[in-house]
Every structure is written in structure tokens, then in C-alpha cells.
């Protein structure tokens, strides 16, 4: 999809503008950053390459046919001296022949002429490699494989880092309105107080600590939205925007039970072991380094060979070459070459392709061991994501009634002005903590997504 197809779904099928900017959800930013990241770029770029790979694989085995023309000019034409053999035979008659005795001895013969123009082609077929023909094509074919896979892992990471700058926005969203609520509640607060004061029932003191209290909340709310600023900015960098491009998000964090969570640990390690792009580019460069092998053997073999040629010649020595001055040659030949002695090359060859087949047999027992970590980790974290949410919730139910009956035991005189701000902060703490707590379980669920390459999944 191109850029401004993008920009077009965006501004139609949404419909989001407000105020100049462009507000986007997690389902339209992701297409943009697919579209502008680099590293997406250059993987589709790497694909296209082991594409052309294949067929250039494919050249090795199919026939090659070459034309030619050449002409050349002899400044020097070379000679030689022969005996003169005419003269040799006809010595029998030298009697009736007087001019055989003024003959030379040795005559001078001119190889060619000045001017030589050939032009004709060449067909040649590799009939047998030695193997290393096939385990070419089924090489190029794995790195075609590799590369496809490379591209889902950049995607795959692009799509988690896009999803955790976007719901880094929509927190920072939630924590600007936790402040405001605050704000508010404070004001509120100092509101009942002063009114209490001007009735004589509330003290100097307990207005001055409402006071306090409205102030110490104001830079908190102008932190948040600085904090909210930031976290757009970060977005825009992910999606490949300009700086000076206005965006808002449109969202929310919300709880989703999520029963791949739930999955047994070993199997969720399984999963991944299959689906995981690098696991499976792994794979293919394994069975690229085998065939590395097949290769490598290979130079220890005789290769067949069948060319055939077709050209024709003229010679002259002069420029004016015409249809019946050339000569044509027609042949066909088979050709067998033995590799004898290579100077130790193609053993040391063969050594180091079996070597790089059990480094990378090593690095796939690596890579799986770290995948399984990786898995555990995210499960754990999935399952703690989990029970800090439920936790989170009765925090907020609990805190948000203390607050309401501290307000209302003040009001009645039957608490003091110290339980009522104890009662807000425990609130804003709790909106806080619950706020977060939804953040890392949707950050924990598409992390454990994300290790068992299943992200696309929860999109």
C-alpha cells in the first residue's frame, strides 16, 4: 500500500480530524509505519534480492549460448623459412629445366594475411557438476525462504514497537485525566473548606492545607501533559512522520481477558519454536550450510561438459571483405575436468563447510534455548500482569469510597481535613496504579504474542 493510499484510509474511513490534527487508532498507525520504516524497507529489498538469487541459481545448470564477432589487423604478419621443395623435386630434371639452378634453395612463408574478420556463436550445456548445480538452486530457493521470514520478524517488531508507542500515548492520556480528576477534587476540597471558614467552622490552617494542596497539583498536571507531548513525539518517530506533523490517538486501555494466556507454558514454548520467524530463517540457513557441503564436495569431481561452436572466417589484405571471402566452421565437442590438485583449496573448502553446518547447528540449539526463556519470561510477566489487575480494580472501588465518605464525614464535622487529603492522595494513587497496571497487562499480552510469534493475532 502506498503512503498516500494510507493517508487517504485514514482521513476517510475514519474521518478523524480535530483541530488540524490527525487522529489515529492502532489499526491505522500500524499500515503507516509499515509503509515509511526503514528497516521493513530494507528487508523487502533483501527479498527481492534472494528472488533474482534464484534464477541466477538456475543459470548455472541451463545451457549458455554467446555470440561473437572480432576482426584483426597484422601490422607484422610473421614468417618463416622452408626449404624450398619445389625445387627439391624437379632437381631430376634440372637439365631440361636451366631455371631450376636460379631457383633459391630456401623460400620465406607468410602465416595469414593483414586483415582477419570472424564472427559466428557458441553453445554451451554443463551436463553434470558434480551435484553442485541442484544444491545451488535448493540453496538460493532457502535463502529466498530466509529472506521472507527476515521480513516477518521486522514486521512482527515493528508491529510491537508501533503498539507499545501508541498505548504509551493512550497512558499518558489516562495520567493527564487522573491529574485533572485530582485537580478537580482538590479545588472541590478547598471549595468546602473555605466555605466552612467563612461559617467559622473550619480553621486557618485547614484552608492554608487545601491551598497547599491545589498548588502541589498543578505541576503534576503540567508534567502529565509534557509526559503526553513526549510519548506522541515518540510515536511519530516510530511511524516515520515529520516532527512538526500534529497527531492525537484515539484508544483506551482496557482489560481483556485473554485465554492465550492461559496456555500451558510448554506448549506456548512449542508454539514458538514453530512459528517464530527467526526460528524458521534459522532453519533455512541450516539447510543452506548443508548444501554448502554438497558444494564443497563437489570440487573433488569431474565435470561434464558439451559445447558446440559455429562461426565463419575470412581473410584479406585489403578492407573490401565480401560474402565469398568466408569460410565456415561447424564443430561440437564434450569436454571432462578432472580436479587433480588444487593446492589443499578445495579440502580446506570442504572442512569449512562442515564446519559452518555445525556452528550453525549450535546456533539453532542457542536460539531455541533463549526462545524458551524468552517465552517463560513473558508468560510470568503475562500471569503477574494479570493478578496486579485484579488487585487494581478493588483498590480503586475501595479507595474511591473512603474518599467519598472522608468528604462527607468533613462536611459533618465528624473528621478532619487531614483524612480528607489522605483519602485524595490514596484515590490518585490508586487511578495511578490502576492505570499502569492495565498498560502492562496489554503490553504483557501482545509481549507473550510477540515471543511465540502469534502477535498479529490480538491486532
Sequence with gaps: M??????????????????????????????????????????EKELTKAQAAVWEAYSTVMPSLNGSVSFQHAWSIQETTIPNFIKFMLGPMAQMIPELADMPDYVKLSFGLEN?????????????LGGAG????????AGKKAALYNLEMSRQNLIHQTSQAFFSCILAQELVRVQEQAMEQAQANLDIVEKKYNAGSASGFDRMRAQVEVANLKPEVINANNNLKMALTLLKNVLGMEVNTAIDVKGSLNYQKDEFGRTELAEL???????????????EHKYITSKNINIARSQFLPKLFFSTDYSKMAMRNDYKFAERDFSEGFTSAFALQIPLFSGFRNAKGYQKAKLDYRIMVDSEKQLNDGIDAQVEVAYNVFQEADQKYKSAVESVDLAEEALRLATLMYEEGASTQLDVLNSQLALTRARLNYINTVFQYQMARYELRKSTGTLEGIL
Design 2 to 43: 502506498q503512503l498516500w493510499k494510507a493517508g487517504l484510509l485514514i482521513l476517510f474511513s475514519s474521518g478523524l480530524m480535530a483541530q488540524g490534527k490527525m487522529v489515529l487508532t492502532l489499526e491505522e498507525a500500524i499500515p503507516i509505519a509499515l509503509e515509511n520504516n526503514p528497516e521493513i524497507k530494507i528487508a
Design 116 to 128: 582477419t574478420f570472424v564472427y559466428g556463436v557458441n553453445l554451451t550445456q554443463p551436463l553434470y
Design 134 to 141: 541442484v544444491a545451488g538452486i535448493r540453496m538460493s530457493m
Design 269 to 283: 514454548q512449542k508454539i514458538a519454536r514453530i512459528n517464530r520467524p527467526e526460528v524458521l530463517a534459522l532453519g
